[in-house]
């Protein structure tokens, strides 16, 4: 939802906006809207008090929904679904809209938002730094159009590419350079916080945008590629980098194309890859293989995962290593389980069906992004912040990981609902577009994953991820032990679990970091209260935090590998989740059903009950 936003949140401010489309993204988007609208990225709202305030109520939640703005509090005309109004708007208001799949949002904004003439690439001549040619391979997909591209420009914005950059796309269309700036000019956003000169930067940006159209099986295409890389370039040295934002079917022809026709021959060449990476160990390790037979060494290679790129990621090990009073407490003795919670209240993206019946829940979010965090979390001080170093101690985490079988998990898929007015159905898995009607694919997993090792011997990892469930949220929840002989037992009641502490690290939405303390209530007599200290980033901090494609991006420009998965590492999540695939698939295992929108299996609570632990989100 939020690509669908950003399309529109340009370099202007909102006024109205108007959502349509089906039910299960309005609950995100609201979400989206009114958190972004408290962010200075809509202009108006340079200082907290200046609030932009985005209301929706359901029209036809299956349709459309009237939202109804507020800018300094005062009250805009409500938007209705055909038409848009701009209240008391400035003189230049200006209507845009971003369809993705059926989900439509629209909005009037004010400012002028037509682009000033774009000048021809002048300023792009051989500096002192090395020139930077970035080719983005599948320009016009859709995690190009949304992610890529945008984060590019953003960096660029931000000072932190260097002026002789050259920006390629690439792609089977048949696309001009103007149509691909075109195809990426509305998803460009400036932020607001520091937006001067907007316009003049997304222009001089866009002059550095290229776009070369080829096919992906032969290297003829690559070879062009390169000419006109070779001939921005100058001929001095140049360091350059390939995304592989293609279809997994293509990635090893265009990583073998690339390596023979477009390397940088004056500076390094970088790959950074996407993931699917493999279905299993074998698979995985062919892809691994096999970029190493196209000729790039392991160094060269950038598996991302987003989710690592998240501002409450890199945090956790900077909050452990850094502040004196939790390292102490991070392992047996004290914490008595950890929980891992990847929780989405939207089912499946428009145009992801297909791809997620393959994949399947443990695939697309434990396997890729969960085991990541489990290792980080767990894993022992590294020798320094070298991305080597980082790698190395999680690797060992994820050998001591004991494989987990088919008794540790639980495995659901969520079945058709109402909507909350009770008027409309909402479609369940099995009739969402692109997946297949008799499909066993879990959109839901409770799992329960030891670590054998000296500091987490016999403490439960619990991992719960799903889809179409109750909340967003993705969330590390560590829960300490009771306080030995508690001088208060008396006061606190029976449950001393209840009131043990516990530190939350919410990573989306909303970052903070939380910990659940007891505290005395003010005043006569002593009466206990369970409370928390929170760090909530937006009361905290001004500004717009990074996506994550920006950190990640800027992280390979910098050859800065610590946030990326290693060949080896990957291997191992592979060697921990593989028997378990193999179990679920050899059985034919049914996952159990559970309404969209609700808490998921009912299986989930008795797999922690058989540990002696309490999903802490429940
Ligand atoms: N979208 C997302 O949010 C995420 C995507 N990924 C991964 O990133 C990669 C790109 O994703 P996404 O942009 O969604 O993918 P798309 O399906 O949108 O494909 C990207 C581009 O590849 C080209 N393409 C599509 N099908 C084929 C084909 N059969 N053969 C050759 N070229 C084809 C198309 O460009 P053209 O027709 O112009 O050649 C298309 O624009 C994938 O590996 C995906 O798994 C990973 C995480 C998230
Ligand atoms: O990688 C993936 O991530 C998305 C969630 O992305 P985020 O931007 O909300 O962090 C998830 O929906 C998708 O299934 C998965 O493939």
Redesign the pocket.
């Known amino acids: 939802m939020a690509y669908a936003l950003s399309n529109i949140v340009t370099r202007s401010s909102i006024c109205a906006v108007e959502l349509s489309g089906p039910e299960v993204y309005r609950r995100h988007a609201e979400e989206t809207i009114v958190r972004r609208s408290q962010t200075p990225r809509f202009g108006l709202a340079k200082k907290k008090k200046q609030k932009l305030g985005c209301k929706l109520q359901a029209r036809n939640p299956r349709s459309s929904w009237d939202v109804s703005c507020s800018v300094n509090g005062g009250q805009t005309d409500t938007v209705g679904s055909r038409g848009l109004s701009c209240g008391s708007a400035p003189p230049t208001c200006y209507r845009s809209v971003s369809e993705r799949g059926d989900l439509r949002v629209a909005a009037v904004a004010v400012q002028d938002p037509i682009l000033s003439p774009r000048p021809n690439l002048d300023d792009v001549r051989p500096g002192t730094a090395p020139f930077l040619s970035i080719a983005v391979l599948?320009a016009?997909?859709?995690?190009?159009t949304?992610?890529i591209f945008p984060a590019l420009f953003a960096l660029y914005y931000s000072g932190h590419l260097p002026e002789n950059v050259a920006i390629f796309g690439y792609?089977?269309?048949s696309l001009s350079d103007e149509d691909l700036r075109n195809l990426i000019s509305e998803r460009l956003t400036c932020r607001v916080d520091h937006a001067e000169e907007c316009g003049d930067k997304t222009d001089k940006f866009l002059q550095r945008v290229f776009f070369q159209s080829g096919i992906?099986s032969t290297c003829e295409h690559m070879q062009t590629l390169d000419s006109r890389m070779l001939e921005l370039e100058g001929g001095g040295p140049a360091n350059r980098i390939f995304y592989l934002?293609?279809?997994?079917?293509?990635l090893l022809e265009v990583a073998s194309c690339l390596s023979r026709s477009a390397k940088s021959r004056t500076g390094w060449t970088r790959l950074i890859v996407?993931?699917?990476f493999g279905n299993d160990a074998e698979s995985s390790a062919t892809i691994t293989n096999g970029l190493y037979k196209a000729g790039f060494s392991e160094n060269q290679i950038f598996r991302i995962d987003?989710l690592l790129g998240k501002d409450l990621i890199e945090n956790l090990t900077v909050l452990r290593f850094s502040n004196l009073v939790f390292e102490p407490l991070w392992c047996r003795t004290y914490i008595k389980n950890v929980q891992f919670i990847y929780s989405e209240d939207w089912g499946i993206c428009p145009g992801k069906g297909r791809?997620f019946d393959e994949q399947g829940v443990i695939r697309d979010l434990v396997q890729s992004h969960l085991l990541q965090i489990i290792a980080l979390f767990a894993m022992e001080p590294p020798v320094s912040l070298d991305g080597e170093d980082i790698r190395n101690e999680k690797v060992k985490v994820l050998r001591s990981m004991r494989r987990p079988t088919f008794q540790d998990v639980v495995l659901g898929q969520y079945k058709a609902s109402v909507s909350k007015d009770g008027k409309s159905k909402v479609p369940g898995y099995l009739e969402e577009h692109d997946v297949r009607h008799d499909s066993r694919t879990p959109t839901f997993v409770a799992a329960i994953l030891y670590i054998d090792n000296s500091r987490w011997d016999g403490v439960p990892f619990l991992v719960k991820a799903g889809k179409g469930l109750i909340k967003h949220t993705v969330e590390i929840r560590i829960q300490f032990k009771q306080v030995p002989g508690n001088l208060y037992r008396e006061r606190f009641g029976s449950n001393l679990d209840a009131v043990a502490n516990e530190l939350v690290l919410r990573v989306q939405p909303d970052e903070a970091i939380y910990l659940k303390i007891n505290n005395k209530l003010p005043g006569l007599g002593l009466q206990l209260d369970s409370s928390e200290l929170n760090l909530l980033y937006r009361d905290k901090y001004e500004g717009e935090n990074p996506d994550s494609y920006e950190r990640l991006i800027l992280d390979v420009i910098d050859g800065d590998a610590h946030l990326f998965l290693r060949g080896d590492e990957l291997a191992q999540t592979w060697e921990i989740l593989t028997p378990l695939l193999e179990e679920i698939e050899n059985e034919k295992v049914a996952p159990e059903l559970y309404t969209y929108g609700g808490r998921g299996p009912i299986g989930a609570y008795y797999l922690g009950a058989q540990h002696n632990v309490k999903w802490a989100d429940d």
């Open positions: 599948g016009t997909g859709d995690l190009a949304t992610k792609s089977r269309s992906y934002s293609v279809p997994k079917e293509c996407e993931k699917p987003h791809y």
